[in-house]
């Protein structure tokens, strides 16, 4: 068996191939035999003649090779432990036969280097560019003596029948070795890379490589990689080993000492074959699947600078600097607290107070459970009928707050109840998904794929940037405190209650409760989000955006309106559709004409439907009949008589909300916007401020007035909502571009050298929201004395 394997062997390998009848055996002994005797007489003129040359440094060899003829080039060089020099290799050639190259291999102490001239370089779609002139610079191997010289050997050969003219030199690379805070100038192109080493200094333990440019393109690629060889430098392979990411403008890497046991680290520029990865042009595709395009000239000027990053002593100022502003928050609003207790005496004398005892005591033993929402209406219907109550020009708080008390505290509890459920099952996947970005990129170093802002983004443990996670604390400090006075008020209102029961808005926490929480799970999704920001997991930073939205607008209807506000599965069930046109814009959505047309007949016809519904008091009922009641409503108020609206206050409102809806639908139609998220949210937002304006404009009317607290948190949230809103706008990164276009946006820390303008913005806008909630919690105080039959509805 060995014998008939090993003849095998020596067949395939033979000049001329066996024919298929010779078998293994003495017939293909006398085979090989006579195969080897033809050619070797064959290759009698055509003698193998290998030159080795002793070659020196700086000195351009210009050469001639051929088929027969190889040439071996030795070179010698004294490294120190101390001191590293790099030893770059550059070859060109001075004719193009494609179908022979030349190769160059680089034999040096632990590694081989090869390549093959004229150089073919791959892009997409299996383009190829070929290059000419090739520069590589070799690795440094490390020594452990104080000093050595080692040898290395450039062999050059080819198997072109045709002699082909070639330069070689080999240079010393001066400043290879990267200086602390000192800025290196360089050229790269895609057949010339460039790397340069850095060594970690004492006391430093973390530090930023940051790679500029002053042109947007050629598209470049840069690297950190440790120190070993070979050094993946080429575009086809530099992202096999350590950290890399495209860049155009700006590059920046952030490095820990802990992630190198050699304490140093390689930092590589690569230029690449072509811009599709940065968003450049497209070119053309080649005519033929073998065809060659010229390259053209991709040479990039760029320069490297290492700087020592931001030490632990920062890290524990950010965090304390985050803790202290939201505490302060508490103390304050326990200070305010303290100054204006609630005391039953000023609801009531303490004849008044012992009358209500017993009721009290009565209602308290009251179940909930035994009273359900759809056992009873307590619109006494023989005194009045509905439609009679909810149409009538001039109507008050008494007319839609007639339902029992406890019916609809059961009622608004479900929001709570709700929302909790939801976040519970929203959040777990999201954190598992988040938890997998951040592995696979602390895995593959691929950081495209999170757009974080490289120049401010500060590691801790194996989060990539622990400032803008941290910023979101303040989301959820301050969301449980709304909480917390939403429970104060809460038991201040329920053991006051007897003394007015008709008296000021009615009093539900429900939706309040609701608030709270979303703001709290806007801080952890946001975070969760701000783990590995992208365009896939962006909805996870807006959807219990459109959450608050939604319950505000809500609350401010259900004021007035507590009798007929939307139930909280109808209330969660439009926020879901919500959130799903939210991730199917954000996927489908980019240039989409179907979607946006779509979308835009939903938006339109929801406005119209909502304001027919607000218009009439939830009186215009959604079936069969509604076509033949709109002519009706034509023919009668439009055609017959010609009358004005009966309702001229909610008539205003809605011609400016249909006014404002129709135009942004028609923005969106035209302009297509890519973040279809934010366009969804300032739709949100839009409506949201249009209402609370009209809220506060018809109060004034109604000859209400404005306490003093709600007044200082209106003005206070209007100005934090202004600065919080600029620092929004600054737009550090953007997954609407590439990573390396969204780079050139990327800016240097502006506060405590750990926030950057995207934390500030996560400050201010937390705190912007929960002075939003104190507004919607204390607008109303000062009806609280005021009967309800006397508290217009708007």
């Given amino acids: 068996m060995v014998l008939r394997s090993y003849w095998k062997c020596r067949l395939k390998s033979s000049c001329f191939p066996a024919p298929r009848w010779i078998r293994p055996g003495l017939a293909a002994l006398f085979w090989f035999c006579v195969t080897q005797l033809v050619c070797g007489a064959g290759a009698l003129g055509e003698t193998k003649s290998v030159t080795q040359k002793d070659a020196e440094f700086?000195?351009?060899?210009?050469?001639?090779?051929?088929?027969?003829?190889?040439?071996?080039?030795?070179?010698?060089?004294?490294?120190?432990?101390?001191?590293?020099?790099?030893?770059?290799?550059?070859?060109?050639?001075?004719?193009?036969?494609?179908?022979?190259?030349?190769?160059?291999?680089?034999?040096?102490?632990?590694?081989?280097?090869?390549?093959?001239?004229?150089?073919?370089?791959?892009?997409?779609?299996?383009?190829?560019?070929?290059?000419?002139?090739?520069?590589?610079?070799?690795?440094?191997?490390?020594?452990?003596?104080?000093?050595?010289?080692?040898?290395?050997?450039?062999?050059?050969?080819?198997?072109?029948?045709?002699?082909?003219?070639?330069?070689?030199?080999?240079?010393?690379?001066?400043?290879?070795?990267?200086?602390?805070?000192?800025?290196?100038?360089?050229?790269?192109?895609?057949?010339?890379?460039?790397?340069?080493?850095?060594?970690?200094?004492?006391?430093?333990?973390?530090?930023?490589?940051?790679?500029?440019?002053?042109?947007?393109?050629?598209?470049?690629?840069?690297?950190?990689?440790?120190?070993?060889?070979?050094?993946?430098?080429?575009?086809?392979?530099?992202?096999?080993?350590?950290?890399?990411?495209?860049?155009?403008?700006?590059?920046?890497?952030?490095?820990?000492?802990?992630?190198?046991?050699?304490?140093?680290?390689?930092?590589?520029?690569?230029?690449?074959?072509?811009?599709?990865?940065?968003?450049?042009?497209?070119?053309?595709?080649?005519?033929?699947?073998?065809?060659?395009?010229?390259?053209?000239?991709?040479?990039?000027?760029?320069?490297?600078?290492?700087?020592?990053?931001?030490?632990?002593?920062?890290?524990?100022?950010?965090?304390?600097?985050?803790?202290?502003?939201?505490?302060?928050?508490?103390?304050?609003?326990?200070?305010?607290?303290?100054?204006?207790?609630?005391?039953?005496?000023?609801?009531?004398?303490?004849?008044?107070?012992?009358?209500?005892l017993d009721s009290v005591a009565r209602s308290r033993q009251e179940s909930l459970s035994s009273v359900e929402e759809d056992d009873y209406d307590t619109l006494e219907d023989i005194d009045s009928d509905k439609n009679i109550v909810r149409t009538k020009k001039y109507l008050c708080v008494s007319d839609l707050a007639r339902k029992d008390k406890r019916i609809l505290s059961k009622k608004y509890q479900i929001y709570f109840w709700n929302i909790a459920t939801i976040a519970v099952f929203y959040a777990l996947p999201v954190i598992q998904l988040v938890i997998t970005y951040q592995t696979v990129v602390n895995v593959t170093g691929n950081q495209d794929i999170c757009y974080y802002n490289f120049l401010c983004a500060h590691p801790l443990g194996a989060l990539s940037a622990f400032n803008n996670i941290l910023s979101n604390l303040g989301y959820v400090m301050l969301g449980l405190l709304f909480l917390l006075i939403v429970f104060k008020r809460d038991v201040t209102h329920s053991r006051l209650y007897f003394f007015h029961p008709e008296c000021g808005i009615p009093k539900h926490f429900g939706v309040y409760y609701a608030m709270g929480t979303a703001l709290m799970m806007e801080g952890l999704l946001s975070a969760c989000?701000?783990?590995?920001?992208?365009?896939?997991?962006?909805?996870?930073?807006?959807?219990?955006?459109?959450?608050?939205?939604?319950?505000?607008?809500?609350?401010l209807y259900q004021k007035r309106h507590p009798d007929i506000n939307a139930s909280a599965y109808t209330a969660y069930a439009c926020l879901a559709a919500v959130i799903f046109f939210s991730v199917r814009g954000v996927v489908f959505g980019r240039g989409n004409t179907v979607f946006w047309i779509v979308f835009s007949v939903i938006h339109i016809l929801a406005t119209l439907l909502l304001s027919t519904q607000l218009y009439y008091m939830g009186r215009w009922r959604l079936d069969a009949g509604i076509m033949r009641r709109i002519v009706y409503v034509i023919y009668t108020d439009c055609i017959r008589q010609c009358s004005g609206p009966m309702y001229i206050d909610r008539m205003v409102l809605l011609v400016m909300g249909n006014i404002v809806n129709w135009s942004l639908a028609a923005y969106g139609l035209i302009e297509r916007p890519n973040d279809f998220a934010s366009y969804l949210l300032a739709i949100a937002i839009c409506n949201l401020l249009l209402y609370f304006a009209f809220y506060i404009i018809m109060k004034l009317r109604s000859g209400e007035r404005i306490k003093c607290l709600p007044v200082v948190c209106i003005l206070f949230t209007a100005v934090v909502w202004g600065f919080a809103l600029y620092f929004f706008f600054q737009g550090l990164s953007t997954w609407q571009k590439t990573p390396a276009e969204s780079r050139e946006h990327n800016r240097d820390c502006i506060l405590l050298s750990f926030f950057d303008d995207h934390d500030i913005w996560h400050f201010l806008s937390s705190i912007a929201m929960f002075g939003s909630f104190l507004v919607l919690l204390t607008m109303d105080d000062d009806l609280d004395t005021v009967q309800r039959d006397k508290i217009y509805v708007f």
Avoid: W
């Fill in 529 to 555: 989000y701000h783990v590995c920001p992208n365009y896939t997991n962006f909805q996870f930073d807006t959807s219990f955006m459109y959450m608050i939205a939604g319950l505000c607008m809500l609350k």
């Fill in 58 to 356: 700086d000195v351009t060899y210009n050469d001639t090779v051929k088929s027969y003829n190889q040439t071996i080039y030795a070179f010698n060089h004294t490294i120190s432990r101390n001191k590293t020099e790099g030893v770059r290799v550059t070859v060109d050639v001075m004719q193009q036969h494609l179908e022979s190259p030349i190769l160059f291999v680089i034999r040096q102490k632990q590694a081989v280097m090869s390549f093959q001239v004229p150089l073919i370089l791959r892009g997409l779609y299996q383009r190829k560019y070929p290059y000419k002139h090739v520069g590589r610079t070799l690795c440094q191997p490390p020594t452990r003596a104080a000093s050595e010289t080692q040898y290395f050997f450039v062999d050059v050969s080819t198997l072109s029948s045709q002699e082909t003219n070639f330069q070689l030199r080999v240079s010393r690379v001066e400043s290879f070795t990267l200086q602390t805070d000192r800025k290196f100038s360089f050229t790269a192109s895609p057949s010339q890379p460039q790397f340069f080493k850095y060594v970690f200094p004492d006391g430093v333990d973390t530090v930023i490589v940051k790679v500029n440019s002053d042109v947007n393109f050629p598209c470049s690629v840069m690297s950190v990689q440790d120190i070993q060889c070979p050094v993946y430098d080429l575009d086809n392979n530099v992202a096999f080993i350590g950290m890399y990411q495209t860049m155009t403008k700006k590059g920046a890497i952030t490095v820990q000492r802990k992630d190198f046991p050699s304490n140093s680290f390689y930092v590589v520029v690569v230029v690449k074959t072509e811009d599709e990865a940065c968003g450049g042009p497209l070119r053309f595709y080649p005519l033929q699947p073998d065809e060659l395009i010229d390259a053209g000239n991709r040479t990039k000027d760029l320069d490297v600078v290492v700087s020592p990053a931001i030490n632990s002593e920062k890290y524990v100022i950010g965090m304390l600097f985050c803790l202290g502003i939201f505490l302060s928050f508490y103390v304050l609003t326990l200070l305010v607290a303290c100054k204006t207790p609630a005391s039953p005496y000023e609801y009531g004398s303490f004849g008044e107070l012992e009358r209500s």
